[in-house]
């Protein structure tokens, strides 16, 4: 069964989340900061990843991932309320996979 690691801070997200994929295996978290920690004990076959999060945001998250060989061939599709260009031109260009705005 496919891993997902969902990085989401808003409860009613993460539940949507968690019945929309209910038949995979589905992990969330509400930080980036869980999310790397996370990663450095498990792997993963996707992330969602919110842009907007408390302390670390999304793209610092991206950022910082790319950098890690053990986890930047994992696939990350932002999940966003942000709809401008210039945001998901940002995400793309730190290594995002796809962009799916709430």
């Known amino acids: 069964m496919h891993q997902i690691l969902c990085v989401e801070d808003a409860p009613e997200y993460q539940l949507l989340a968690k019945r929309s994929l209910a038949h995979l295996d589905l992990t969330c978290?509400?930080?980036?900061?869980?999310?790397?920690?996370?990663?450095?004990k498990n792997s993963f076959d996707l992330i969602l990843l919110d842009l907007t999060?408390?302390?670390k945001d999304g793209y610092a998250?991206?950022?910082?991932?790319?950098?890690n060989q053990a986890i930047w061939n994992t696939p990350v599709?932002?999940?966003?309320g942000k709809t401008n260009v210039t945001d998901k031109v940002m995400a793309f260009s730190l290594g995002a996979?796809?962009?799916?705005?709430k």
Do not use: G
């Open 29 to 40: 978290v509400a930080s980036a900061e869980e999310a790397l920690i996370l990663l450095e």
């Open 53 to 55: 999060l408390p302390q």
């Open 61 to 67: 998250f991206l950022a910082e991932i790319q950098s």
């Open 77 to 80: 599709f932002c999940l966003s």
């Open 97 to 101: 996979e796809d962009y799916i705005t």
